[in-house]
């Protein structure tokens, strides 16, 4: 491969959660998922710094399954929001009892936080970027409601203010609230 070794990490990571094969853009997400790739996902509770680990792990998965030589400039850079919800939809398919795949967890995220609509087709300027920047700061800020609506992790029963709760544990009471 001649291209970059970011542009094939983030063609890795597209494959993860979208087909490739897909060329309708009413289908095809590659702007949705760019933009995810350039937002930094920026932890400010406690714990939450396990979920960009988790994200920067994939980084480690992509050098050992394709061979890529790793470039010290892009191992070091943030994690994106595209990293850390991938990493956070495998964690959902390995701890819930569903057969879920990480793929499906991965666009369940996305409609909760109402982006999962957003095919290239859709994605033709700046008031669409702008929403997905908002939706995507939503996330990272907890602006989102106490209960979790506007986040990752919406709740019928939430116990305590889910701005405040690490994660982990809003995605164990949602995973709770589903069975």
Known sequence: MNEPLEEQYFQWLYRKVASVRLKNPARTCWSLLRQLHHKEFVWSVHNDD????????????FLQETGAENERNWYGLGC??????IALAGRLEYDSLENTEADE????LM???EL??????YFKNEFTAKLVDDALERVIYRTY???????LFPLQDPHGDQRNVELWY??????????
């Open 50 to 61: 396990n979920r960009l680990m988790d994200g920067l792990e994939l980084r480690d998965v």
């Open 105 to 108: 967890w991965f666009w369940l």
């Open 116 to 121: 999962n609509e957003y095919t290239d087709l």
């Open 145 to 151: 409601e106490p209960d979790g609506r506007g986040g």
């Open 170 to 179: 809003q995605m164990s009471s949602y995973l709770l609230e589903r069975f």
């Open 111 to 113: 409609q909760n936080i």
């Open 80 to 85: 994106s929001m595209l990293e850390m919800l």
